[in-house]
């Protein structure tokens, strides 16, 4: 082996099939002069015996990019780099038992034609026509994934390793990196064979991610679970019936039974992710090992027996098979399921590739990712979902990460339905006002681990969880958000909004630096504004409300969610030197919505506040003897004030205007109400609405474009983008909906043909009709245009709204 060179662009830790395609893509992408460090062989992590299933099926539109990028990819790969390849594509019958899942796979094929898949539904006796062995009790229908197929794990990491060596990149195995330190803009990586210089890194070290990240200062949100397959011995009726055949069966998954079950040459192996599931390495008696390279778990047969039985009378033939083995390997979990994939959160140069659910059949797409992130800072595809910085120190909890890792995996296969909140891991993150507006029948959601009222309930509603389990608009909470709607709207509605993250900017050259990095005006001091940051490609990479103090002092105010991610972004767009300061004071302040058109009289109650003042301004007071900052502002679209408050403080000034606001039909409403409310208003939501999958133009926030300023963030790219003419323009539809409402990337039609997407879809209850926000082809953005939008698989007419805001399009009522 030669020698460890001193320096390198990149090291990327880890040798898994993620490490390896994050090499692969990196060369492929020019980046030679790339080192992957392995501590053993190559695969020895999770990667050696993984079943190797690659499944496209997702519904998140970004998972889905990257699984159909992987299986094309590895289609195409044994010929690309000259390796044997053994990748089988079956196809795939995903088993609904439900009316629900049904609608899920609708979805699902409605996303899949999107992205030039062709994905169908089976009747049971389409199934027992792909698959004959089936049983077809209690089944509603099927999803069959033409695409869907199993490769050997080994092999495709051997594969991408050798097309990475070939264009000149470099593997290190028995390698392992033992620490990291930063020298000036470089690090340095030591192994046992020297130290390696680099510009980046790149953790991908699976399940010892967390370890390798203690090194960058990084508390890496993940647990370990343990994960089994059981491979049986030779079926002759299946032997039997390949070779006639000519293939392999459909691999089949039973996703309410919760298992896949996949023809292994003559035989079959079966995959359970059972709900009495269990985590490893997560107590002092069982510490994670320092090497568990190419081991197993002890084999935990009595955990699947359940799932043994159900398979067999769902595949009788399996009966009759003997066990030959089982495989029991560590498999890790963020807290979502989803893994991380992007920079690495508070850490310069370095980013994050691992903690991978379903490595294999992502690989392929991570590793273009990633590459992506590393040579261009940015991603083709929007990647939020995979993104790190989506967690904040919170989730990095040991208990949090082993009880949300528990519930992921014990309902690896489940509905995630609009109205449902998992239970696990909840009450990480407390208003101070929590247990009074529980009293009043808050029912919760977490939001970057704040819980936050989603709609009250009332004595005898049903709360439970299995009533959440629909895609239906209509439901217990129905006629209390409705009511919520209607006291915002002709009364008022209070909202505690804890967790708004918030910055605080100060000192020279503040102003002029936010306003080089934003493509609108600067608000002027007294005022509040919206402002859209750009990349280089004029996409959108996030709204931020800026509220001007005095010149060179502001605030900028974002989501919840986006703490990180947006604080990573000013910091990365810092001057040199800066005169100013940046500083995250969320955890100093808190909100409260206070909205309809009652609230001015109930703020002429409890402070001396001039209320005459117009939309966009806001001002000091004092509310019970406490300071808050009122914000004329109201994303309900209703006369209304935040007030921004110390956390401290919330519970003296809540009860003042709560007191105060009995007297004006005041009433508590949750982000339901508040979703409804705003979509009424065409109002967009990052990470649905905005994302970097479009433009500042595709998004029709040209009125937030002040193309008067010299230079800003994006502006080469939007310039020409505006003299090309955009091709798909954002646009508000009331759609003729049946049961549901339009939920994110769903496909617009017209004409036969696909021709956009909806980005965020609701019921408004101001104006009677269902909502839906979306991107459309250009020549059709005008308004009244006739189209039509596919919701869980049945296409719902829908208008072409004019420009601008459903509800009050002359925003009267927000300037009263
Ligand atoms: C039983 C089982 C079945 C599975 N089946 C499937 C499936 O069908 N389809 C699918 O998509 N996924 C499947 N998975 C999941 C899949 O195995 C993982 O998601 C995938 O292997 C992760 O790949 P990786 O490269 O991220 O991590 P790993 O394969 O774990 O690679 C990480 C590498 O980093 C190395 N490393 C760690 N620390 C250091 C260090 N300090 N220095 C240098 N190197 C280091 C390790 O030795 C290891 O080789 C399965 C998992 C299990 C347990």
Not at 345 to 356: L, T, W
């Amino acid at each position: 082996m030669s020698a460890l060179p001193s320096h390198a662009r990149v090291v990327i830790i880890g040798g898994g099939a993620v490490g390896a395609s994050a090499l692969y893509h990196l060369a492929k992408a020019g980046w030679t002069d790339c080192v992957l460090l392995e501590k053993n062989e190559l695969t020895a992590g999770s990667t050696w015996h993984a079943a190797g299933n690659v499944p496209t099926f997702s519904s998140s539109w970004s998972i889905m990019n990257m699984q159909r990028y992987s299986a094309s990819l590895y289609r195409e790969l044994g010929a690309l780099v000259d390796y044997p390849m053994n990748y089988h594509v079956t196809g795939s019958i995903r088993l609904g038992h439900s009316k629900e899942r049904l609608q899920e796979f609708k979805r699902v094929v409605g996303m899949g034609r999107y992205q030039g898949m062709d994905l169908d539904i089976l009747t049971p006796d389409e199934m027992r026509g792909k698959y004959p062995f089936l049983e077809t009790h209690e089944l509603t229908g099927a999803l069959y994934d033409p695409y869907d197929g199993d490769i050997d794990p080994a092999q495709l990491t051997q594969a991408l390793a050798k097309g990475a060596r070939d264009m000149g990149a470099k593997i290190f195995r028995f390698c392992p990196a033992t620490g990291a330190r930063r020298e000036g803009e470089e690090w340095v990586i030591s192994t046992p064979q020297g130290e390696i210089r680099c510009e980046k890194v790149v953790n991908a070290a699976g399940y010892y991610a967390r370890e390798v990240g203690k090194w960058f200062g990084r508390d890496v949100p993940m647990m370990v679970m343990s994960h089994q397959y059981i491979l049986f011995e030779e079926i002759p009726e299946l032997a039997a019936w390949s070779k006639e055949a000519g293939h392999k069966l459909p691999l089949l998954r039973d996703v309410d039974s919760s298992y896949y079950l996949r023809q292994e040459k003559t035989g079959m192996n079966l995959g359970p992710y059972e709900r009495n599931c269990k985590a490893h390495w997560v107590t002092p008696d069982d510490p994670m090992p320092d090497d568990f390279s190419f081991q197993l778990f002890p084999d935990d047969l009595d955990r699947l027996e359940w799932y043994l039985n159900d398979a067999v009378e769902r595949v009788p033939i399996l009966g009759t098979a003997g066990l030959s083995r089982m495989i029991n390997g560590p498999i890790p979990y963020a807290p979502d399921g989803n893994p991380l994939l992007g920079p690495m959160p508070g850490v310069p140069n370095a980013f994050e590739a691992c903690v991978f659910t379903f490595g294999i059949c992502q690989a392929g797409g991570a590793g273009k990712v990633l590459a992506e992130w590393v040579t261009e800072g940015e991603t083709e595809w929007d990647m939020w979902s995979c993104d790190p910085r989506r967690y904040t120190s919170f989730a990095a909890d040991k208990d949090y990460c082993v009880a949300k890792g528990m519930e992921i995996y014990g309902h690896e296969y489940a509905m995630h339905f609009p109205k449902h909140a998992w239970p696990a891991g909840r009450n990480q993150k407390l208003s101070p006002i929590h247990d009074r507006i529980a009293a009043l029948g808050a029912q919760f959601k977490p939001y970057n681990g704040w819980e936050r009222a989603n709609w009250y309930a009332q004595d005898g509603d049903d709360t439970s969880e299995a009533s959440t389990q629909t895609w239906n608009r209509e439901g217990p909470w129905r006629p209390r958000i409705e009511a919520e709607c209607r006291a915002v709207a002709e009364a008022a509605g209070i909202l505690d909004l804890p967790g708004f993250s918030r910055f605080r900017v100060k000192g020279e050259g503040a102003t002029a630096w936010l306003s080089s990095l934003i493509t609108g005006r600067v608000p002027k001091p007294g005022r509040i504004g919206l402002a859209y940051f750009s990349d280089n490609k004029g996409r959108i990479v996030t709204e931020m409300s800026v509220m001007m103090l005095a010149e060179d002092f502001f605030f900028l105010i974002t989501a919840a969610t986006a703490q990180w991610h947006d604080f990573e972004w000013l910091q990365k767009h810092l001057p040199e030197n800066p005169v100013f300061t940046l500083e995250d004071v969320t955890e100093t302040f808190s909100c409260q919505i206070l909205s309809g058109p009652n609230s001015r009289a109930i703020l002429a109650d409890v402070c001396k506040a001039d209320l005459t003042m117009p939309w966009l301004t806001h001002q000091p007071v004092e509310i019970a003897g406490r300071w808050c900052q009122l914000v004329r502002v109201s994303f309900a679209g209703e006369l209304g004030w935040e007030i921004h408050t110390k956390v401290e403080d919330t519970a003296v000034i809540f009860d003042a205007v709560w007191a105060a606001g009995q007297r004006h039909g005041l009433k508590p409403f949750g982000m339901e109400a508040l979703d409804s409310l705003r979509i009424e208003k065409g109002y967009r939501a990052w990470k649905g609405d905005l994302s970097t999958d479009y433009t500042i133009l595709q998004g029709g926030l040209e009125r937030f474009v002040d193309w008067t300023k010299p230079a800003f963030k994006g502006k080469a790219a939007l310039e020409r983008e505006r003299q090309q003419g955009v091709t798909k323009r954002f646009v508000l539809l009331t759609v003729e909906a049946g049961d549901c409402d339009a939920p994110y990337m769903s496909t617009l039609w017209h004409d036969g043909k696909v021709v956009g997407e909806t980005t965020s879809g609701n019921w408004g209850y101001r104006t009677g009709k269902s909502i839906a926000l979306g991107m459309l082809r250009a020549d059709l953005a005008q308004a009244g245009t006739q189209i039509e939008v596919e919701i869980y698989g049945e296409r719902f007419k829908a208008t072409v709204e004019p420009d601008g805001p459903l509800f009050d399009p002359n925003n009267e009522r927000l300037r009263a």
